[in-house]
């Protein structure tokens, strides 16, 4: 059953051809806008709602992450993001939004030592990754590795056992870091390091990124709580594109592990998760401050396909709250690591400003998102481009798999099945080959 209240508030709709009216429900938000309930309008009107890309409609009822897009508020269960970033840790912030409510001091140490003990992947998988060419995209092998997990792992593939569920999002939040490293050291020709349990989440993945059997390898704890926070910051985002895959696949019945190789592969493309290495990329393309202009002007321009990279989001039309925590973050990082005239950093500084500045992109209500400021903190960390949004995935793999426990216990969820507007031609008969010119 829905948990959604809708106090008796409805929405008339007229149909013109009939002059008949229809009463639709409205559910009540605790808060942001409610929806219209729209479950009986094809049954009583014989029409389908058309929204191509979504951008009024609300796919399920949610109590895990909340986005105020014109104030630029994000919560995690109630729990405003900035705060999450200054005071908490990714391990908390992960127990948060798998089971609602901040940890006592015991269930934190608990949580850890569960997440700890998964860290390690089945050694077979280590072989697997031989199959795949060197130079293969990290995220080509991240789609294909995780859900290879459940060709391993069969005891936690029974989405309708609620412990088989916790033991299946445990090991993904717990063995993501581990094969994310195994992707990067595989592409560099580098033994994999096995996870060490005595880490801590963020401090364990960059020992597995950049450590070597050679010698003792220590995380830097500016860098490490750096990447905590970055993990924080990506953990969730309501229904965006790589979760409403991950629910779309979930609805069928799908594996965890299946549904998360879907997300990370809908992560993948440039206007989505792929966006904080498109800005990389963009930064060092335009090169220096002064070439900035140009690059405006071609964002702008309608018959260029570029866009500005790091810039707009369907949800935010103000400043994405994570793009703000990032800058900061940024400039924290570069001034551990002693670096104070990062060319890429002043040239996305300049160009923040110049777009802000200009009618198209205040018209348009465009701001830096999270991507715009995270690529120059990895660059920095040593993160080589083509693993940003592996880092990514590796992070938002909570939110996926918080948002598919959500969907499989809530039972008003049916499988995913949208309709269509057929433009298409009508019934028509079959010409044999012979009488086709
Ligand atoms: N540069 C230039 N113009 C832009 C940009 C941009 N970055 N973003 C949007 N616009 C323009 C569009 O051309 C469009 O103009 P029009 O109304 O004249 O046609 C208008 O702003 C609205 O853009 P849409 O594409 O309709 O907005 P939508 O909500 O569908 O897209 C998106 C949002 C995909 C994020 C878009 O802003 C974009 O492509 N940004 C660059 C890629 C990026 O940074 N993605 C990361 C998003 S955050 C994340 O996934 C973690």
């Avoid at 089945?122 to 080509?140: I, L, V, Y």
């Avoid at 990370?264 to 393309?285: D, K, T, Y």
Wanted: charged residues 25%; glycine residues 6%.
């Amino acid at each position: 059953m829905s948990e959604a209240k809708n106090n008796n508030n409805s929405f008339t709709l007229i149909d013109n051809r009939t002059n008949e009216k229809i009463e639709l429900p409205v559910f009540e938000a605790s808060v942001g806008p409610d929806v219209i309930d729209i479950r009986k309008l094809y049954a009583e009107t014989d029409c389908f709602t058309y929204d191509p890309g979504f951008t009024s409609t609300g796919s399920c009822e949610s109590k895990i992450t909340f986005i105020d897009g014109d104030k630029g508020v994000l919560l995690y269960r109630g729990y405003h993001i900035g705060e999450l970033a200054d005071n908490s840790d990714f391990m908390e912030t992960c127990y948060l939004l798998l089971y609602g409510e901040l940890p006592s001091p015991e269930q934190k140490r608990k949580f850890e030592t569960g997440i700890t003990y998964h860290t390690m992947v089945n050694e077979q998988m280590s072989t697997f990754f031989r199959g795949f060419r060197r130079d293969a995209h990290p995220m080509a092998i991240m789609c294909g590795v995780v859900g290879a997990l459940s060709a391993f792992y069969h005891d936690s593939l029974d989405i309708n056992d609620p412990h088989h569920r916790l033991v299946a999002s445990y090991r993904l939040i717990a063995k993501m870091p581990t094969l994310a490293a195994m992707a990067y050291k595989y592409s560099i020709g580098q033994p994999f390091m096995y996870p060490r349990n005595d880490l801590r989440y963020a401090e364990n993945f960059l020992y597995m990124m950049f450590g070597t059997p050679c010698e003792p390898y220590k995380v830097d704890p500016i860098i490490a709580r750096a990447m905590d926070r970055i993990l924080i910051l990506h953990a969730d985002h309501e229904q965006n594109a790589s979760t409403s895959t991950v629910r779309l696949a979930g609805s069928s019945g799908a594996n965890p592990f299946a549904c998360i190789s879907a997300g990370i592969a809908s992560l993948w493309g440039p206007a989505h998760g792929g966006a904080n290495e498109a800005v990389l990329n963009m930064l060092e393309e335009i090169g220096t401050k002064d070439r900035i202009p140009e690059f405006i002007k071609r964002a702008k321009d309608k018959s260029d396909p570029f866009r500005l990279m790091g810039f707009g989001h369907r949800v935010y039309k103000n400043f994405d709250p994570r793009a703000k925590v990032m800058q900061q973050s940024c400039h924290e990082v570069l001034d551990a690591l002693g670096v104070h005239d990062e060319p890429l950093l002043e040239i996305a500084m300049e160009l923040e400003r110049i777009a802000l500045e200009d009618e198209y992109f205040i018209e348009k209500k465009l701001y830096p998102n999270v991507d715009f400021y995270s690529g120059i903190i990895f660059r920095a960390i040593g993160i080589p481009t083509s693993m940003f949004t592996v880092l990514f995935a590796v992070a938002r793999t909570v939110g996926w798999v918080a948002q598919w426990n959500e969907m499989i216990e809530d039972k008003s969820q049916k499988i995913g099945r949208p309709r269509q507007l057929y433009i298409g031609k009508t019934q028509r008969d079959f010409v044999p080959l012979h009488m086709r010119t």
